[in-house]
């Protein structure tokens, strides 16, 4: 893959009205649960991002036919539950953490051996919080050190009561997913509202989820149908855009049909208790799923000790939120966000290393970090590879006095593919350099 370079000219503000592509974990799960349904499922707004390209990969390997993906839609026919053909290669789930937990989880149930495998960065991600629940309802898998590859032996699963360590929604899904192949009922508890989309869409697929409070339990042995579902627009890419609009002085821009699925909407409190100029309007429901047109205008934030419980609720925004805070007057506080760590970089080092290169005071907890608001120098940014902090230091451009270049940005194409050509259409002033 070409290692592209983003470089932004200081300056500038953003405006118009623009969606940006399908909601990311909404579009995996929609791949998955099409694939084991019984007959066609029909996706429309789905996210042709690298991530759910490798989870689309992975279904056709094991002989789901899908006509697509293109311009949002795809056609899935799906199998069944017990329809999945053994893969003749190990099923390569790229950058994707999503795409490699939820998988395990289908695999877990499969009467055949199969092997998951990933990039640099996902084969540093750690495993062990799959293996545990999964291995504990009777599949047998074997990961080096916790991380991928995954070699899963698929076995006749039983039902387990199961009580996340960790706010996980991926770890969730692994095991509402394996549950659908288990002998009785699984019950996942979580010790923080996580997203919810698994639980939504396999109700929506005619699948009987119980939930109760903290806890979600299916029985397995049941059948899911076919659907027709209308993708959101993604809150996580949507992020990007509240965070540019608020500190770029100016701005006035509308974010169409975005997902507001209240265990997501952790950014818009965040900056709305920063300050920001935030109003939902045009609120309705999408396939099963809240959603709004956002509109977003500048205004001037301040920095805020960030509410523990709203950490899992805004998790994949936190590189825009480093960036909002280093715009902010005053301290902002994040503490409660360890996970950070374990995504597709270290978020809060590289999000920590880049602001210092701004010019930002920041201060690095294990957990978390305190971040002083201030002006915006430029400079050279090192993204790790990362989509969202690649995203999130463009958007800095706006408040920078001098421009920024960025290294190593062809993965945002794993979730935001559109990104450069939106955020250019809506006003920064961003161009993509080839390595
Ligand atoms: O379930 C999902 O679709 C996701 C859950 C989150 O991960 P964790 O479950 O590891 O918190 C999130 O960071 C990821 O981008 C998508
Ligand atoms: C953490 C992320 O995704 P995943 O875990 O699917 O790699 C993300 O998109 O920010």
Known sequence: MS?????????????????????KSISHRAVILGALAEGITEVDGLLEGADVLATIAAFQAMGVAMEGPQGGHLRIHGVGLQGLREPLAPL????????????????????????????????????????????????????????????????????????MPIASAQVKSAILLAGLYAEGESCVTEPAPTRDHSERMLAGFGYAVRRQGPQACLRGGGRLQG???????????????LVGASIAPGSDICLEGVGINPTRT??????????????????????????????????????????????????DEFPAIFVAAAC?????????????????????????????????EVAEDPEGARIRGGSLGGGSIVSHGDHR???????????????????????VATSFPDFPRLAQEAGLALQVLEA
């Open 3 to 23: 290692k592209s370079i983003y470089h932004v000219t200081p300056g500038g503000q953003l405006s118009g009205r623009l969606r940006v592509p399908g909601d």
């Open 92 to 163: 390569d789930c790229g950058n994707s953490g999503t795409a490699m937990r939820l998988l395990a989880g289908v695999l877990a149930g499969q009467s055949f051996a199969s092997t998951l495998v990933g990039d640099a960065s996902l084969q540093r991600r750690p495993m062990g919080r799959i293996l545990t629940p999964l291995t504990a309802m009777g599949a047998q898998i074997s990961a080096a050190d916790g991380r991928a590859p995954l070699s899963i032996k698929g076995a006749r699963l039983h039902g387990i009561r199961y009580a």
């Open 227 to 241: 659907q027709a579902l209308v993708v959101p627009a993604d809150i996580s890419s949507a992020a990007f855009f």
């Open 266 to 315: 952790g950014v818009i409190e965040i900056l709305t208790r920063m300050g920001a100029r935030i109003d939902l309007g045009n609120l309705r429901e999408v396939g099963g799923e809240p959603v709004a047109d956002i509109r977003v205008r500048s205004a001037p934030l301040q920095g805020i000790r960030i509410p523990r419980h709203l950490v899992p609720l805004a998790i």
């Open 328 to 360: 902010a007057a005053g301290e902002t506080i994040i503490e409660g966000a360890a996970e950070l760590r374990v995504k597709e970089s270290d978020r809060i080092a590289v999000m920590a290393a880049g602001l210092k290169t701004l010019g930002v």
């Open 389 to 411: 902090v690649a995203m999130a230091f463009a958007m800095a451009g706006l408040a920078a006095s001098q421009p920024i270049r960025i290294e190593d940005c062809a993965n």
